[in-house]
RNA sequence: GCCGGUAUCGUCUAGGGGUCAGGACACGUGGUUCUCAGCCACGGGACCGGGGUUCGAAUCCCCGUACCGGUACCA
């Protein structure tokens, strides 16, 4: 079983593409076949390496390793459509000769002209014809003469194309819809029906699996493998990914492409789990599923037939799983240019990363993204009693006579004693203010908060407390920005009641 | 216009001639004796419409409707 993605190197990778290359490799993993990756870039005013290079690196990030392909190579190369024009230039070639395609000089202007006209009489619009009935010696000779040709293919008049959709079952085309196609521009530069056909051949590819805007292209595309005499392979057309009012994905809803999930700080295992799940089920209720597990579950008969809106929310609901089940160093290293852009860490020791490794997860408990890690840590390594008291909420909570004394008791409890290295320690500390002052549950804690992070929110105390007295201890060479300790905390809190 | 595809809670879906139409995300309420998140419990919420076949239709058939795609020298 050999199967292929081939993207257009035109721009980012969209998430409804990267949809499609997943169903590919599952595909292929599921059934010890082969992935290969495939350049369209016949579209050569649009196509870049840039793109191509960004491609290549969404791909490798999601885990979507291909066995075939652009930059690993293959023995059914090249791999980039530019690079394999002698190819189609001989398919075509033996095309002509056998008169099943012909050239056309109609100019644009003309076949403008020609579907206006159709369209206005209610017909479909479709190339009369024309140039078929120049015949070939004459073609040829003002070809030579360097008249401007296309390449068209001679769709046989009568009949249909009847082929079977892994997915959708059979589907039938009435060849009197479809005209004379274009096989090669003018430029010598193929058009997508005649390039996908010869590489998908040439490649060996066995099962096509790509999205539904396609499936009216299939039919042009199946009168060419029997005009070579080739036995197409098995199509799968799947349906697209649309927004949350039901138009097609695009920016204005917010993040498309993979680069940008990435960006924002969503695991690639999340990503391609919901991926998975966006028109397909493996069936029982499971749904947290990793890639190699879908691999070993993904059926072609299992996915649906109907769009699928892009549902944020639950993409956010499977990175919080994944982001609670990740490795803490893995964590540290991902969360690490989120932190640096804040400015409170450069050039991290040894010892950084593994304090980093100890904080990141605790932050990872309660996020959606890794973007939202310096919101969390903030506490650590941009504390500040003065901007907390700043604030009116959490002035007047503190003011509050209770609170007042929860805080002062603190900041004296500390002054003497040793760091709350861990949980015990601080819970030690905690009920020592609270047989000083009378204060329990949320009237003891929620001060201790406010002095000890300067937010009314985040991190459990009896974690975040051990983590700020840790970042205070970490050594002078540190590229982390100092951590004031409890007792300087409390201390500085409480000077400012 | 023509051709093709699709239609179950807001969303992703399971199921499929007789079911209390199941699950997940989201949402609401309560609990977890600091908060947010999480977790637990409970709750509201769906078979596009109209005909037909049938004892019985969400399921089968027909006709609509809506949405998506195609109708390129773009893929």
Known sequence: MRLRFAPSPTGQLHVGNARTALFNWLMARRHGGTFILRIEDTDVDRSTRESERAILEDLRWMGLEWNEGVEVGGDKGPYRQTERLDLYRAHARELIDQEKAYYCFCSPETLEADRQAALEAGRPPMYPGTCGRIPASEARRRVEAGEPAVIRFRVPKAGEVPFTDLVRGPIWFDLDVIGDFVLVRSGGIPAYNFA?????????????????????????????????????????????????????????????????????????????????????????????????????????EDVGHSAGVFDVEKLAWANRHYLRAADPG????????????????????????????????????????????????????????????????????????????????????????????????????????????????????????????????????????????????????????????????????????
């Open 330 to 497: 893995r964590l540290a290293r991902l969360a690490l240019p989120y932190m640096e852009r804040e400015g409170w860490l450069s050039e991290p020791t040894d010892e950084d990363l593994a304090y980093l490794a100890r904080v990141v997860p605790l932050a990872a408990a309660s996020i959606d993204r890794l973007d939202q890690v310096p919101a969390r840590l903030r506490f650590l390594f941009d504390y500040s009693a003065e901007r907390a008291l700043a604030d009116p909420t959490i002035r007047a909570e503190a003011f509050e006579p209770g609170a007042r004394a929860v805080i002062v008791a603190l900041a004296d409890e500390l002054r003497s004693g040793d760091r709350l290295r861990d949980r015990d320690a601080f819970r030690a500390a905690a009920a020592r203010v609270r047989e000083r002052t009378g204060q329990k549950g949320k009237a003891l804690f929620h001060p201790t908060r406010l002095a000890l992070t300067g937010e009314s929110e985040g991190v459990e105390l009896d974690l975040a407390v051990p983590a700020l007295e840790a970042g205070a201890e970490l050594k002078p060479d540190s590229g982390i920005r100092r951590i004031p300790g409890a007792k300087e905390r409390a201390a500085a809190f409480a000077s400012r009641l």
């Open 196 to 300: 996908v056909v010869v590489d998908d051949k040439l490649m060996e590819i066995t099962h096509v699996i790509r999205g539904e805007d396609h499936i009216s292209n299939t039919p042009r595309q199946v009168l060419l493998y029997e005009a070579f005499g080739w036995k197409p392979p098995a199509f799968a057309h799947v349906s697209l990914v649309m927004g949350p009012d039901h138009s097609p994905l695009s920016k204005r809803h917010g993040a498309t492409s993979v680069a940008e999930f990435r960006a924002r700080g969503y695991l690639p295992e999340a990503l391609t789990n919901y991926l998975a799940l966006l028109g397909w089920s493996p069936g029982d209720g499971d749904e947290l599923l990793p890639l190699d597990e879908l691999a070993l579950r993904f059926r072609l």
